[in-house]
């Protein structure tokens, strides 16, 4: 059975870095591309990243340039990897795996658990 779980969410200043991490487990991670969205309170969720299966990554515009996604197959982890983070970055987030990339979140069967990003001083 397929599952997901996020983790390294957490409060940070505006213009701090976060790294966040989701372990996947009971399907084929490597051959599997994979997304990050989020959500936050009151908005609907929306794709930030994602990787397919040869590295090939893509973007929201909102974090082109300050967000990274990247994938370690041998450990079966995502990443996502959050600089300048500012207020609007604020939200939960969530990984999940198959394509389209960036596709509508009704695309996807899959998804972990989620966690918090909050961006505040």
């Known amino acids: 059975q397929e599952k997901l779980v996020e983790s390294g969410g957490g409060l940070v200043q505006p213009g701090g870095s976060l790294r966040l991490s989701c372990a996947a487990s009971g399907f084929s991670f490597s051959m599997n591309p994979m997304n990050w969205f989020r959500q936050a309170p009151g908005k609907e969720r929306e794709g930030v990243a994602g990787i397919d299966t040869k590295g090939n990554t893509i973007y929201a515009d909102t974090v082109k340039g300050r967000f990274t996604i990247s994938r370690d197959n041998a450990k079966n982890t995502l990443y996502l990897q959050m600089s300048s983070l500012k207020p609007e970055d604020s939200a939960m987030y969530y990984c999940?795996?198959?394509?389209?990339?960036?596709?509508?979140?009704?695309?996807?069967?899959?998804w972990g658990q989620g966690t918090q990003v909050t961006v505040s001083s």
């Open positions: 999940t795996v198959g394509s389209p990339l960036l596709s509508h979140p009704r695309s996807y069967t899959y």
